[in-house]
């Protein structure tokens, strides 16, 4: 599996500069997303990033941290880098509100941040632990960690049931509001909602991690013809295709609203008929 040209450039550029910056304290640089999942898309996929360093990084090292990640924004517009930096007894570990008060430092569109990572979840450990890609550092077969699959179908159905119902529901109650904002702001929400929970439907199903147009083409293969139009808009604004499909924003809006529900309903019976 090989790295993307551009992808490779930022990443040399990130390590001289982390040596030059904070030298000494690297210790390896692995990639998760889909890179790793062999899908990466030009202008639109992120380098997802796991740092191991020798020791934790704090606040005190916000300068070099910044200076380093704004160089790179500044010379690379895209890929833009997603990431955390962790120590080797990290990998592996699963978010829980509260276990601990360490700030992990972390770097998500465009900001330098400390705190809870949303990451350490179950889908990040599987990529990694299965596609990773190791840049610098211990091979990833030596960490001692290792997700099951009921771990990542009981991650995406609470997730469902959390994160993405309560999005829809605040979706329909904005939905005039929602069809006024800029086109390019109405295809990221739909390409974030669409592909996003037919991932978890693929996960779900065949206890596995796919990417985005993958997840669609399944999507495609599994569902009726009736929701086949507001998959193909959402893989089409994936690819960065120009396609008149829906007559207007309120159709491709409710057309999303809709199939979320169908999917979010679909999934929960699914799981439900696995446990009896």
């Not at 086949?228 to 008149?244: C, F, P, Q, S, W």
């Amino acid at each position: 599996m090989g790295i993307p040209r551009m992808v490779d450039e930022v990443l040399k550029d990130y390590i001289n500069l982390f040596n030059e910056h904070l030298p000494g304290t690297i210790e390896g640089l692995y990639i998760h997303g889909s890179i790793a999942l062999n899908a990466y898309v030009d202008d639109s996929s992120d380098i997802d990033f796991i740092s191991l360093t020798n020791r934790r990084l704090t606040e005190e090292d916000s300068e070099a941290l910044s200076y380093i990640h704004t160089t790179i924004a500044n010379k690379y517009k895209k890929p833009e880098l997603d990431g955390v930096y962790v120590l080797h007894e990290d990998i592996g570990k699963l978010y829980h509100s509260g276990d601990n008060n360490y700030k992990y430092p972390y770097y998500n569109n465009g900001e330098l941040l400390f705190g809870d990572y949303f990451n350490f979840n179950p889908i990040t450990w599987w990529v990694l632990r299965r596609k990773g890609i190791k840049i610098i550092g211990t091979e990833l077969e030596e960490f001692q960690f290792e997700i099951q699959p009921q771990e990542l179908t009981s991650y995406v159905i609470e997730n469902m049931n959390t994160y993405w119902t309560n999005r829809i529901k605040m979706a329909e109650t904005s939905i005039d509001h929602l069809v006024k904002l800029p086109s390019d702001k109405i295809d990221f929400e739909i390409e974030w909602t669409v592909l996003g929970l037919l991932r978890q439907f693929y996960t779900i199903k065949e206890k596995d991690i796919v990417s985005k147009l993958d997840a669609g083409e399944y999507g495609l293969m599994q569902f009726p013809v009736e929701w086949h139009t507001i998959i193909k808009e959402a893989m089409n604004i994936r690819k960065g295709v120009k396609a008149d499909i829906f007559s207007s924003e309120m159709e491709r809006v409710d057309s999303t609203l809709r199939f979320s529900k169908f999917l979010i309903n679909h999934c929960n019976n699914i799981v439900e008929i696995n446990i009896s």
